[in-house]
């Protein structure tokens, strides 16, 4: 009977030990998270030029990076940062202006839908407060972008009733030269 008690007490102690293990790999992980955490903060409306923007981001597309996504990716997925992309520079000022009045402009497109698309440039788009007001995904091969709110500008149509969201050869190179791509 002593050794029953004996037993039981030392199984009792070995399996709050392994709880309290638990836990604390629990705290320690979720500390860890935290760190890692790359969470964006998005406040993406319907329109993106209703929303104020601050600053503008640019990403280059690197299929070197470790990234779980196929090509045709968005610099957001799941509401954190892409791995695909790696950080060009930050667009201010004027820049940010001509971008989204070109972009907005349903002259820069009118070229063929090409039926494919391979992310090469990205922009995050920020409001004053550092929130994502949108993103643009931009496929210079398949020449056209494909944003979040979309870009009503995009909605162009031929004479003949063909769907014409390609970028016009004026449109890509007014964009790539605002980028200064």
Do not use: W
Not at 8 to 34: A, G, I, N, P, W
Not at 54 to 82: G, P
Not at 120 to 141: H, M, P, R, T, W
Request: one cysteine or more; a positive charge.
């Amino acid at each position: 009977m002593k050794n029953i008690k004996i037993l039981t007490v030392l199984l009792f102690s070995v399996v709050l030990f392994q709880c309290q293990k638990k836990e604390s790999h629990r705290e320690h992980v979720s500390s860890t998270d935290k760190k890692n955490d790359h969470r964006l903060v998005l406040n993406i409306g319907k329109d993106l030029f209703s929303a104020n923007v601050h600053y503008m981001k640019l990403y280059k597309y690197n299929e070197q990076n470790n990234c779980n996504q196929s090509k045709a990716v968005s610099v957001i997925y799941d509401n954190q940062l892409s791995s695909c992309f790696d950080y060009v520079k930050t667009i201010n000022g004027k820049d940010i202006e001509d971008f989204l009045g070109t972009i907005k402009n349903p002259n820069t497109y009118g070229g063929e839908d090409v039926a494919c698309f391979d992310t090469d440039y990205s922009l995050i788009l920020y409001n004053i407060k550092g929130e994502v007001a949108g993103y643009i995904n931009i496929s210079e091969s398949c020449n056209k972008l494909i944003s979040n709110p979309e870009i009503k500008g995009r909605e162009f149509y031929s004479k003949d009733g063909l769907r014409k969201v390609g970028f016009s050869e004026k449109g890509k190179e007014k964009i790539k030269q605002i980028l200064k791509l």
